[in-house]
């Protein structure tokens, strides 16, 4: 699901299965936009927050078939304004502002919807933000009216409480960019003392500052946090430039790297951690990190400054995006023709991908953008990352003229969808019949020789997208000797081969084939671009 805007219905809600795009709903109706946001699945239905005319913004549901306001907290044109929606405690909790309790968080079970808790009593706002699920715990930040905005925990209907008041009194420390990693959970918080820095707790034995990176008072506003092989990663300001730091538990190290480069977004794909960071000799580009320490990935625009100003992970693929107002605004892919090197997605009929929080997402292997030109406007596409299918072959190895061959295809894989063909085709040598059964079991007579000679097949293997993985496959036919007995003035045994069949007779034993089993994965991917 996601948003899009047309000139005919505004901003309204779509969906696509990664082939084709549709309207859900139109919410609003007319050119009048919904801007539906804040979505959570929840019981086999999508809720989020929508905007109309008589309901004002109120939280809706949809289950694909059937899209409903799903209540209107705050009666007629007013708004209640659902915002941090997150499934626990077998409920749907949010947090909405209704006359005469604020904002605070409410539940629902999909039927019922009940005050889960009025934190800050009366018409006083709470406010609940950030909220985060930790070890069985709905955890966020919020004000009671009294000891300002700190870290609270919600463990079950009923109970909840403060898990400390980090800056003593009606002062706030406002917790934020709340995270987990394994059994911590990380997030920044302001005291006199320390500013702003980075803390951790379990919940249960500690809660600390991680470390005062930028001494004394001075902040040093760690940037958004991202998880990568068990640790956390953040970027930190201090005396010495803004710099990419870690956190293993309760303890922190600096991630080396040059005198001079500072760091901005940092983003994972499960293998590698990538930064943009900036220098005197290379501008703005992107740095991997190697054995602990950061290292030049590629020089993307040698001579002048990146345009690249910020990184996304779509299904483990890293995303560059750009941003100009020159028409250059484009997304490149890491990777793609040259493996490690910057290739610019190609855009069919367009100038260039737009993309920007609302209208880009990963739907599987999908990632949708929106490409805008002059001419047309603006479309949808999807950049795909298709992971080529495996071919699994079994066949003999060599064979006897005249026997009848079966080569199996059918073991062959797609690991990221569906096999949708698989086809086998000759290449060279003697002519034979194929059959084209669409199982992917393949046979044939070998073909009459008079000599031993090799026959080549292609067999091609296509996925669900379209994408294609080909392999050539060999086998020997061997030449059966018309004349088996030998003649005893030349010395040696006499040989007297027999041909490989199901329900032959004659003396002797079977021949024996030799069967190999070829696998081959190709570890490259495959980008395209495609109009919904």
């Known amino acids: 699901y996601f948003t899009a805007y047309t000139e005919d219905l505004g901003v309204e809600l779509w969906r696509t299965n990664g082939h084709d795009a549709e309207l859900v709903h139109d919410i609003n109706p007319g050119n009048a936009s919904s801007k539906p946001a804040n979505f959570m699945e929840y019981d086999s239905w999508l809720y989020f927050a929508a905007t109309t005319l008589n309901e004002g913004r109120e939280l809706w549901r949809t289950n694909g078939e059937t899209t409903e306001l799903f209540a209107d907290l705050e009666e007629g044109p007013d708004s209640s304004y659902p915002t941090e929606l997150i499934p626990?405690?077998?409920?749907?909790?949010?947090?909405?502002?209704?006359?005469?309790?604020?904002?605070?968080?409410?539940?629902?079970?999909?039927?019922?919807?009940?005050?889960?808790?009025?934190?800050?009593?009366?018409?006083?706002?709470?406010?609940?933000?950030?909220?985060?699920?930790?070890?069985?715990?709905?955890?966020?930040?919020?004000?009671d009216g009294t000891h300002g905005r700190e870290l609270w925990v919600y463990i079950e209907p009923g109970q909840y409480q403060i898990v400390t008041d980090i800056n003593p009194g009606a002062s706030s420390s406002n917790p934020s960019l709340l995270t987990k990693v394994g059994s911590t959970l990380y997030f920044s918080a302001s005291t006199p003392e320390l500013g702003r820095e980075m803390w951790s707790t379990d919940m249960d034995n500690y809660i600390e500052p991680l470390l005062d990176i930028n001494a004394g008072a001075n902040s040093s506003s760690p940037g958004v946090p991202i998880s990568h092989q068990g640790s956390l990663y953040f970027t930190a300001s201090s005396d010495t430039g803004r710099k990419v730091w870690r956190a293993t538990g309760d303890s922190v190290s600096e991630v080396t790297s040059d005198v001079g480069l500072n760091f901005g977004t940092v983003a994972s794909t499960g293998e590698t951690l990538y930064a943009l960071a900036t220098n005197q000799a290379f501008g703005t580009e992107l740095w991997e990190m190697q054995n602990d320490s950061f290292v030049l990935v590629q020089d993307f625009t040698p001579g002048e400054g990146s345009i690249l100003n910020s990184l996304a992970v779509s299904n483990g693929h890293l995303l560059g995006f750009t941003a100009s107002s020159s028409g250059t605004d484009g997304v490149y892919l890491l990777g793609g023709e040259v493996e490690g090197e910057w290739s610019k997605v190609s855009t069919p009929g367009m100038d260039y991908l737009r993309v920007s929080s609302f209208n880009a997402m990963t739907y599987g292997k999908y990632f949708i953008a929106q490409g805008c030109n002059n001419a047309v406007g603006c479309e949808f596409f999807k950049v795909v990352f298709n992971e080529l299918p495996v071919i699994n072959v079994t066949s003999p190895d060599e064979v006897d003229e005249a026997v009848e061959v079966v080569v199996d295809a059918s073991g062959s894989t797609d690991n990221d969808g569906i096999i949708a063909e698989i086809s086998m085709t000759q290449l060279s040598g003697p002519s034979v019949s194929l059959s084209q059964p669409e199982s992917g079991v393949f046979s044939f007579t070998a073909p009459d020789v008079d000599e031993d000679m090799i026959i080549s097949f292609e067999i091609e293997v296509v996925d669900d997208d379209m994408d294609t993985a080909k392999q050539t496959l060999n086998i020997n036919i061997l030449q059966v000797a018309d004349d088996q007995t030998g003649d005893d003035d030349q010395g040696g045994d006499t040989v007297n081969p027999t041909p490989v069949s199901s329900g032959g007779s004659g003396g002797g034993s079977a021949g024996v084939w030799l069967l190999l089993i070829l696998s081959l994965t190709l570890l490259s991917s495959r980008v395209s671009v495609r109009k919904i």
């Open 88 to 143: 626990f405690y077998d409920y749907l909790f949010f947090v909405a502002t209704i006359d005469g309790l604020g904002g605070e968080l409410i539940a629902t079970n999909g039927d019922d919807i009940e005050v889960a808790l009025d934190l800050n009593p009366g018409a006083g706002s709470s406010d609940p933000a950030s909220l985060t699920l930790f070890n069985d715990m709905l955890v966020f930040s919020a004000n």
